[in-house]
């Protein structure tokens, strides 16, 4: 068989039979609403950004330090151990310079570039990053492996979301945490 | 591992177009009907069917499986529908491929759909809903700006620019003029790509593949049913799937382990040992340029960091060693997310018939793959075919 023997299905619509009302059009916008419950782990995660700190969850038996923290380990199938108070500083593992929206929409002629990231948190095993944002500094003075720190909320602002931390800000040159490895940098451990 | 041998035996494919006329399941109506008439089949002869579509939001029909039964051909028989995100095209065979190997079916007609304009103002807002939904929707991301952070990574990791990576674009975009099914196929240079709408820097425009509507379709059968329908069977000989977590910022966003695992899988199954010298032909999924790159190392069809210079040295063009996306890709092709790993099928069981006209890659290429991945970058699919 050729493809070039079929004759293909698909009919491409263009722009102007939407303009010129060939196509009709009809329109449905949900607008459903959702409360999530965020479980035991996420529950005091976010508690503790309402204070503004950053708490993991550790499995003695992989020993990893995990954020986002987790009841039970995937890799090992157990319950996890305990939990531990990792820092508000970390390292750019990427991060992106976005000009677009969540919808695809493009951002406006005035509006700043929204610079999403990849950090790797001080004191959480290596590679245990979060999504969150980069602010402070001119986009092109980012680089990755630089040291950030997060900006957070006013403690009266805050509500026990991601969004407590505005966003993660360049540590300025000479307050850089010399201890710079990642497992001796645990931080204190909590019940 | 006791199993049959399975075959491609015939197929399907709708134009990939931007916003089609044609309904979901009008679309793969069509596909399936012209895969039962490349084979000279008519429904009655299928015994089972399976569905690959992605996110329901696209469609805004909560049981899209469902919705497009009847224009998968399968009122009245047994269907499943399976959905990995961007991997489901390369799932679609694989998931026939249970049904058939396993004796439960003689013929299967597998089918996958996308129809991604019915959600506005953009389908990329239906993305949203993919990511954690109270430590990352929050921060309101896209899959662009995943996509960026891990191309970013990538580069960074290698040492790699976006022009060595734009010409991935480039060469895709060019190979589709030459697929009747091709959206967005065209003659464009690395300076267009680099100079287009910078989106999410390091992504511009012309690094990402469009949203599409389409529909694509295969039969696969028994070895003793295959030799009865075809001179040209394709056999499925390995299939490999495989899932990493979905805390995707803690994982080497440089490298594509999931897709390693699959490859492994379906690689041992089907005997391969050296996949650089074996695999004379891939289609790797491609809905951003870079991607093609980091999946061909996931692949194992080249070291690690040594895709780019592997493109640059025209080794992965349509007449080079190892050709990568002869189809045109998703690029060039379009992105009909389910229908798209489908079309990539289809484009390695043409081609180890000689029978992919234009596109037909020189030198009697006999063993092919085609891969796809998905979800939060955690799912690998791989498809291993020989003529
Ligand atoms: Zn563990």
Known sequence: MKLEDFELGGTQLKASDFKTGKVLTTEWKPDLKYAWDNGVAIGRYLAEFKEGRIIARVCHKCDRIMLPPRMFCELCFRPTDEWMYVKDTGVINTFSIAKVNWDASRRGPKEPPLLPAVIEIDGASEGMGIMHMLGEADPKDFKIGMKVKAVWKKPEDRTGAITDILYFKPVAAGTEDKNKGRPEGRGKEVR | ?387
């Open chain 2, 1 to 387: 591992m006791g199993m049959r041998k399975v075959a491609i035996v015939g197929a399907g494919i709708t134009k990939f177009v931007r916003r089609a006329q044609e309904t979901g399941k009008e679309l793969s109506w069509q596909a399936s009907k012209m895969a039962l008439e490349s084979c000279d089949l008519t429904l009655d002869d299928i015994d089972m069917v399976t569905l690959g579509t992605a996110p329901d939001a696209f469609d805004g029909v909560h049981m899209k499986g469902e919705y497009l039964a009847d224009g998968a051909g399968a009122i009245g028989k047994p269907y499943m529908r399976h959905y990995v995100g961007g991997g489901t095209g390369v799932f679609s065979p694989i998931h026939g491929w249970f049904h058939v190997a396993s004796g439960m079916a003689d013929i299967c007609l597998v089918v996958a759909e996308e129809k991604m304009s019915s959600c506005h103002p953009h389908p990329q807002g239906a993305f949203l809903t993919i990511f954690d939904h109270t430590t990352e929707q929050p921060l309101m991301p896209t899959l662009i700006w995943i996509f960026a952070l891990e191309m970013h990574r990538y580069m960074e990791t290698y040492g790699i620019s976006k022009a060595d990576i734009a010409q991935v674009s480039v060469k895709n975009k060019r190979n589709a003029m030459d697929h009747p099914s091709a959206q967005v196929a065209g003659n464009i240079t690395v300076e267009d790509v680099l100079s287009s709408e910078t989106l999410c820097w390091p992504v511009n425009r012309l690094d990402i593949s469009p949203a599409s509507d389409g529909a694509a379709a295969i039969v696969i059968a028994s070895e003793r049913v295959a030799r009865r329908l075809t001179d040209k069977p394709v056999w499925i000989d390995g299939i490999g799937h495989s899932i990493d977590t979905a805390y995707w910022a803690t994982r080497d966003l440089s490298y594509p382990r999931y897709v390693e695992t699959a490859a492994r899988m379906a690689y041992d199954m089907a005997g391969i040992k050296e996949p650089d010298k074996e695999i004379h032909i891939a289609e790797p999924y491609d809905p951003f340029d870079y991607k093609e790159l980091h999946h061909m190392e996931g692949l194992m069809l080249c070291p690690r960091g040594k895709a780019a210079q592997l493109t640059a040295d025209g080794i992965t063009a349509r007449d080079g060693n190892m050709p990568i996306c002869p189809s045109g890709g998703a690029l060039g092709v379009g992105n009909p997310i389910a229908a798209t790993g489908l079309m990539k099928i289809i484009e390695i069981f043409l081609q180890l018939r000689g029978e992919a006209g234009k596109r037909q890659v020189p030198g009697n290429p006999r063993c092919g793959l085609a891969q796809a991945w998905g979800d939060l970058m955690q799912m690998g699919t791989v498809v291993v075919m020989r003529s």
